[in-house]
């Protein structure tokens, strides 16, 4: 019997990896998709044909119930979220109930459908959870590189919403016996990123600006660092984290830690161009706090998941700009198009 697995956020970044990945790996597939004719679902179906869709928001705790019913899934990835920083400060309260409580609905969604209580404790075929956390929950870094034990000083609303979702995930654990785990993943990339997000900003306005489509490329902060790796392999972590035998939380990430401006030289210098003639920075991009420093530590997914990140950064800032550059110069692509994360 092939495992059945729930994904919420299908139609993002991580949902895309994590779905077709299950799918090698044998698994059926639902997608949890919200709102009335998303356009998101429409690529999804496009670019991953073989999955379910049930419907439900992280808003709606009935939905949630709903949807687990539906599905009878072994295995929940909860992977919804309102994920852009910056967003979180404009809508701290929306970001605090999708991205924070919703995690605590989808719990007590699985909790009441399997008839978890004080009184009774989940059986060995009991659903797994997975919870989404964020090296945001670290923010101004108590120490260089960051682990599972390292504290948390969240820096955005967005980071503290991700860290109470933390929290309720390791206290149903504790509390009910639920197998339910915390990946803290470090930032992680792709040609499908939104084109907000500073990669895709950076491998777009580099594919831009090639092609003569613009003269200029304005960003925030070009000092801060992260620790950033590929999506694809981000996924394998999610899957192998549910497939042990004991729930832990683990942190995942490179170990390595580059400049945005370091981002910003690769990525002009893999078209022959020098950044310093097009970037212009921009006060409208920087934060009201902003996160200076994320370096992973990720021995324990090492020894325990046997996980290695596969793609190294040259090579992921390469992929990223040579995918916009097919995008922008695809002749297919209808002028007024939104270049926004609908390309994939
Ligand atoms: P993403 O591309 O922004 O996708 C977010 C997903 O959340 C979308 O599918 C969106 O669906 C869904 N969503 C938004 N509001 C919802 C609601 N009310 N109910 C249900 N679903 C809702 O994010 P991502 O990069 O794939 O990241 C996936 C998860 O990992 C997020 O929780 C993010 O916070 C977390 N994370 C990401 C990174 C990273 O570097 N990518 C690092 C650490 C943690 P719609 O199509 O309906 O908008
Ligand atoms: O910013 C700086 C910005 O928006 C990275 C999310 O997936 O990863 C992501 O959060 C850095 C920041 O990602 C621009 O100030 C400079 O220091 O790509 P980002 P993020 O905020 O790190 C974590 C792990 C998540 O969990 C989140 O969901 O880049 N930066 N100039 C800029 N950033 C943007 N977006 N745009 C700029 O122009």
Known sequence: MSKR??????TGQDGSYLAEHLLEQGYEVWG????????????????????????GDLLDQGSLISAIERVQPDEVYNLGAISYVPMSWQQ????AEVTGMGVLRML??????????????????????????SSEMFGMVRETPQNEKTPFH?????????????YITQNYRESYGMFAVSGIL????????????V???????????????????????????????FAGDYARAMRLMLAQDTPEDYVIGTGQTR??????????????????????QDPRFTRPAEVDLLCADPKKAREQLGWEPEVGFEELVAMMVESDLRLLSSSSRPEDEPLSPDHW
Do not use: C
């Open 186 to 197: 470090f930032n992680h990339e792709s040609p499908r990123r939104g084109a907000e997000f």
């Open 5 to 10: 697995a729930l994904i919420t956020g299908i």
């Open 199 to 229: 990669t895709r900003k950076v491998s777009l306005g580099v594919a831009r600006i090639k092609l003569g489509l613009a003269d200029e490329l304005r960003m925030g902060n070009l000092d801060a660092r992260r620790d950033w790796g």
């Open 92 to 95: 701290a309260e929306l970001t």
């Open 259 to 280: 400049s945005v401006r370091e981002l910003v030289e690769l990525a002009f210098s893999t078209v022959g161009l020098n950044w310093r003639d097009y970037v212009v």
């Open 108 to 133: 007590e969604a699985i909790r009441v459908v399997s008839g978890v209580g004080q009184s009774r404790t989940p059986g060995p075929g009991q659903i797994r959870f997975y919870q989404a956390s």
């Open 154 to 166: 969240p820096r955005s609303p967005y980071g503290v919403a991700k860290a109470y979702g933390h």
């Open 32 to 55: 949890m998709v919200r709102g009335q004719a998303n356009p998101h679902v429409a690529r999804l179906r496009k670019h991953i044909g073989d999955i379910h869709l049930t419907t």
